[in-house]
């Protein structure tokens, strides 16, 4: 199992915590984005600077993605696409996504842009907090547990 990180938007509280798993469980952690990011020396850390552009970082995890890697991200397509590939899919907040909530959270987000688009005013994400930290936190620790078995080495 890899863990990979749709890493352009993802809160730099959730990137340390996955530093600390990535040497504590010896997971390879890749970090994807479209611009340079600095991460500590660390075998079981690596970055994949990719070119700008829609979706351009999305597409290289999922054609990266191997059945069972976890993709760490808020972005509910790319979840989508995780998930029906084999693979799973975790939010900054701690949210699983998984083949029977998917389609629903797809459908939501589907109909909030199309309410923006329409000049409905919504408001964005509640600011990320302690207790979305100590929720991400708490679901990584327990999908590693139910799902990585450590290599002894």
Known sequence: MKIW???DACPVVVKEILFRSAE???IMTTLVANQFLRTPSSPYIKT?????GFDVADNRIVQ????????????????????EEGGHALNPRGELY?????????????????LR???VDISGPAAFNLAD???FAAALDKFIAKHH???PT
């Open 117 to 119: 688009g329409n000049g």
């Open 64 to 83: 990266e993605l191997s059945e069972g890697d976890l993709v760490i991200t808020a972005d509910i397509p790319l979840a989508a696409q995780v998930v």
């Open 48 to 52: 994949m600077q990719v070119p700008g």
């Open 24 to 26: 504590r469980t010896k």
């Open 149 to 151: 078995k450590l290599n």
């Open 98 to 114: 998984t083949s029977a909530n998917i389609k629903e959270r797809l459908a939501m987000r589907n109909l909030m842009e199309e």
């Open 133 to 135: 930290r100590q929720a």
């Open 5 to 7: 990180v749709d890493a």
